[in-house]
């Protein structure tokens, strides 16, 4: 789908180079399972060496590279005999578990060429919302950079439930690039750039470069409306780029036979301009890769506290409670017309709130005791939507 149609050479650019890319570090790059299978489903031995060649080759002139890879499911179909890939959840998840072991033993072997080790980071959402598990991630994958070994992340769909799932690798790898504060997000696919139409169509131009987060969501909405780019996962790749870009990392759309010339700052695929200010990275995880378990139901006061001072949620604000959750659950915080205005990381569980409602935590801590003298969801552990 329009992988075939290469874009300029740099010779054709006047040699011009991306400085965006050629002055970044530390790069992370997501490749999808159809850059990695064969038609049949299996591994393709020669796409994997050809994309380790690339990337040790970054590693061997000092950046780091974290690679986000897809294909674990893809690989396990033949070994189990399924035809195609599974429609059930449980046998997703049974062929994540046979072939999550294949892929990263491909990804060893082929990286042992250049004496480059590989280590395995298996991330479900819990992961990267609740502090603790957060903080883990975070020294894993610092450490394997720190060794010079190659991080090789997937989400682990061996135990992912829908609602604990990421969604895609293309998010998955936005979040990634967060979680690590990367320079640079490269998203590597079957098709070659971000175009104004369908990439068959002689018409379709191929979008150089994105410049803004309005500019993008123009980009996502037209081509997601009219020309369907839906096939190819070119929406969630779309909505990869916004997540990243607005974390402050520009990110590279293109075609994994183009990787290396992408990555030498060639002017190939299409290049998201980052915005200029970056978040607090855990609250950035907070608002985008968390579903709320439940909602807070907050009355016009405690929505101006909250959202126009930035304050921290107390009991007295707090008119309902939706939901089922326990204390560090992401949940919603909802105006009196029932619109999120902010997410949050909850202190109680859902069945101690009811009693809680609209009371001052002087008179809480005086009925129930010190441990009930605290925020229903701090400041700190709260961002606004």
């Not at 903080?135 to 997937?154: E, G, S």
């Amino acid at each position: 789908m329009g992988a075939e149609r290469h874009p300029p050479t740099v010779a054709a650019q006047n040699g011009r180079v991306r400085e965006a890319v050629t002055a970044a570090r530390r790069i992370v790059v997501k490749v999808g399972s159809s850059s990695l299978t064969t038609a049949s489903g299996g591994l393709d031995t020669d796409r994997v060496d050809a994309l380790t060649d690339v990337l040790a080759a970054l590693a061997n002139d000092g950046r780091e590279i974290v690679l986000v890879s897809s294909g674990a499911i893809a690989a396990g179909l033949a070994p189990l005999g399924l035809p195609r890939r599974p429609g059930d959840l449980a046998t997703q998840q049974a062929a994540a578990s046979v072939g999550q072991g294949l892929l990263i033993g491909q990804y060893a072997t082929s990286f042992a060429r250049h004496r480059r080790t590989v280590g395995q980071v298996l991330l479900t959402v819990d992961d990267v919302t609740r502090r603790v598990h957060y903080r883990n991630a975070y020294r894993t994958l610092r450490k394997l950079l720190d060794l010079r070994a190659v991080p090789i992340v997937n989400e682990n769909d061996t135990v992912a439930t829908d609602e604990i799932r990421f969604g895609d690798n293309d998010r998955l790898a936005a979040l990634v690039a967060a979680l690590v504060q990367a320079d640079l997000l490269v998203l590597l696919s079957d098709v070659d750039a971000l175009y104004t139409g369908d990439p068959a169509r002689p018409e379709s131009r191929r979008i150089e470069e994105v410049h803004s987060t309005d500019e993008l969501a123009e980009v996502a909405i037209g081509r997601a409306g009219r020309s369907g780019v839906g096939t190819g996962g070119m929406v969630t790749k779309v909505e990869a780029a916004r997540i990243a870009t607005g974390f402050g990392i520009p990110v590279v759309l293109t075609a994994a036979p183009l990787a290396a010339q992408a990555l030498a700052g060639d002017p190939v695929g299409t290049l998201f301009h980052r915005a200029v200010h970056r978040p607090t990275a855990r609250l950035f995880w907070l608002a985008h890769a968390t579903s709320p378990r439940g909602r807070l139901h907050l009355d016009p006061g405690a929505v101006q506290a909250v959202v126009g001072r930035r304050k921290s949620l107390l009991p007295a604000g707090i008119t309902a409670v939706d939901g089922t959750f326990t204390a560090g659950d992401p949940v919603d915080l909802v105006d009196t017309m029932g619109t999120p205005v902010a997410r949050g990381l909850v202190n109680y569980d859902a069945v101690e709130l009811p009693g809680l409602l609209g009371r001052s935590t002087v008179d809480l801590a005086a009925a129930l005791g010190p441990a009930y003298e605290r925020e229903v969801v701090h400041r700190d552990d709260l961002v606004l939507l």
